[in-house]
């Protein structure tokens, strides 16, 4: 079988007041689109074509290579979006067509597999996603015959005093057979009070011509749900956000408090991880058993082991080894690796290095483009001085070696194993192992200096 997937993305979303287009907005830090693109996938969707519209370039870029991105110059309505896709519809034959709204981030890829068997072994031409909800305002709404056949769909501006009370409705999620899609939406005309095509319109045509429809209802009613404002997108943040946090407590974290507790809903997290409040976990993170992460503390596409303690770290594109402690007010930037046992903490900037098992950098200490040994000792102030003004360069320090404190390590530069530097130094040479380097002038007491140049005011205390 081969499916294509139709996600309708051209709406300005006016009542969002926003510079992006609609389906940017984030429900826990991913662009509504993604949401909707993965569970297109998910399902199995052969080819996925995007209806672009307002600030068409900003989505073109985003998902460069994801799916093939078809322009609506003007938005005449959820049917004109769909005919968009009618030559792509003719080159290609496809069997069955998933149209998908862009802005329901909640759509998942098993009621739309459900949906797919549903018209399939029906063999309706037609089978639009359907779910019961407490407040149906603002959607379309399904209306059913005596016999509880479905026979129309009717958008809230067009609804009467009955309809409207309706409370299955339309999720715009919907399966057309190819051909029968390419010949309804050549019938669906702008006739209504809002001048619009509606895609919609397309149930009670088959119905006029006698053709089998279907409504699947899904059994996950949040599946339907979208956000048109930003307070609607809060609600769905709120309402994924505790799901997340409600399977991880379910499955052994502890989040003795939730408060500003944020976390990604594919990010794994071992049993026993106690999260405290102000951490922020986003996506591709993942965090070992018997850690503590937090208070606030934010992950970006970090790996954490087991063990591990970060007090009121900020990491990006890191990752952290088993029993590890870090913090507090540490930072990671990418591609820094922390080796097991590992402390860190007090204002200490690691970047692009890898710290070796054992090793202590703990406070005022910047270690940037290094490759740190084991059992390594940094005093306070340490700095790898890895750039020039014009290229960035490495630092390698031996295993049990001992900075000590205010040093600069001046990169390209070689620490040996177990080799020491005196506090204040610059070091610009390599220095061997077991050796000790001072790079600093030496001190020099001139006796008396004080009482016989006088450098001071007469104190009046
Ligand atoms: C639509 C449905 C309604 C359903 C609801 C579910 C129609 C006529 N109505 O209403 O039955 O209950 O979704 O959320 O289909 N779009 C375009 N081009 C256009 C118009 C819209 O790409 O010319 C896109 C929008 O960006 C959006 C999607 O289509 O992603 C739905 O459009 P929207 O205006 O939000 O429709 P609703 O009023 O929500
Ligand atoms: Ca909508």
């Given at each position: 079988m081969n499916n294509l997937a139709i996600i309708l993305a051209g709406g300005e979303g006016t009542r969002m007041h926003s510079e992006k287009p609609k389906v940017m907005a984030e429900i826990l830090f991913r662009p509504m689109i993604d949401r909707v693109l993965d569970a297109a996938k998910g399902a199995g969707a052969d080819e996925v074509c995007v209806i672009t519209g307002y600030k068409a370039e900003i989505l073109e870029n985003h998902l460069a290579g994801r799916a093939v991105c078809v322009h609506q110059d003007r938005r005449l309505g959820t049917g004109h979006a769909v005919m968009q896709a009618l030559p792509l519809l003719r080159e290609k034959q496809f069997d069955n067509v998933l149209i998908l709204n862009g802005d329901a981030p909640f759509i998942d890829s098993e009621t739309i597999r459900e949906a797919l068997s549903y018209h399939l072994t029906r063999g309706f031409v037609q089978t639009v996603i359907s779910a019961r909800i407490d407040d149906p305002t603002g959607y379309g709404r399904i209306v059913r015959d005596y016999n509880g056949d479905f026979t129309a769909i009717i958008e809230e501006a067009s609804a009467d005093k009955e309809t409207k009370?309706?409370?299955?409705?339309?999720?715009?999620a919907m399966w057309f057979r190819a051909d029968a899609l390419v010949e309804l939406l050549s019938k669906?005309?702008?006739?209504?009070s809002k001048g619009e095509y509606y895609l919609t319109d397309t149930v009670g045509i088959a119905v006029r011509e006698k053709r089998p429809v279907g409504a699947y209802t899904a059994k996950?009613?949040?599946?339907v749900l979208g956000a048109n404002n930003r307070l609607q997108l809060m609600e769905l943040n709120e309402k994924l956000r505790r799901k997340v946090l409600e399977r991880l407590m379910l499955s052994g974290v502890s989040i003795p408090c939730a408060d500003g507790v944020i976390i990604d809903d594919h990010a794994e997290i071992g049993t026993d991880t106690v999260i405290l409040p102000g951490t922020i976990i986003k996506e591709g993170s993942t965090v070992g058993r018997h850690c503590v992460i937090g208070p606030n503390t934010v992950l970006y596409k970090t790996k954490v082991g087991d063990n591990v303690t970060l007090n009121q770290v900020q990491a990006e594109e890191a990752e952290v080894a088993d029993n590890a402690n870090l913090g507090p007010f540490v930072h990671l930037r990418p591609n820094a690796k922390i080796g097991e046992y590992v402390h860190c903490g007090n204002f200490v900037e690691v970047k692009n290095s890898v710290i070796g098992a054992h090793t202590a950098v703990s406070h005022l200490t910047y270690v940037g483009d290094s490759d740190v040994g084991k059992g390594v000792n940094f005093g306070c102030g340490v700095v790898t001085v890895n750039f020039n003004g014009k290229t960035k360069n490495r630092c390698v320090i031996g295993d049990d070696a001992f900075i000590g404190c205010n040093t600069n390590l001046i990169a390209p530069v070689k620490i040996g194993d177990r080799a020491y530097t005196a506090a204040g130094s610059t070091i610009d040479r390599d220095i061997p192992d077991d050796a000790l380097a001072i790079a600093r002038s030496r001190q020099e007491n001139k006796e008396n200096w004080v009482i016989r140049k006088k450098p001071y005011r007469e104190k009046k205390y």
């Open positions: 009370k309706i409370n299955e409705i339309n999720s715009g669906v005309t702008n006739d209504n996950n009613a949040d599946a």
